[in-house]
């Protein structure tokens, strides 16, 4: 079995991105489960906690918002990447 799946960790994430940049609104919202116009409230407010939850789903959200530019930053350190 491998090590990620069994990672009982909570890991939280926080991100950072252009308000103004539609793609970045998108990662938000996808992660987040907001609308474009929540999302982008959210991205104004500069850094913010955008998930929280464990190994294997912190490797998906990381994927999201680094495929599209968001600066992000996981708590605690995340060795799974």
């Known amino acids: 079995m491998s090590g990620i799946k ?3 960790e909570v890991y939280e994430v926080f991100c950072a991105g252009d308000y103004k940049n539609k793609t970045h609104i998108m990662a938000v ?3 987040f489960g907001s609308n474009f116009l929540e999302s982008r409230k959210l ?3 500069g850094l913010f906690r955008i998930f929280s939850g464990q190994a294997v789903d912190v490797l998906r959200v990381r994927k999201i918002l680094a495929g599209v530019g968001v600066e ?5 350190d995340f060795f799974w990447v």
Do not use: G, R
Not at 72 to 76: G, S, W
């Open 29 to 31: 919202s996808e992660v």
């Open 43 to 45: 991205l104004q407010q």
């Open 72 to 76: 992000y930053m996981i708590k605690p």
């Open 6 to 8: 069994i990672d009982e």
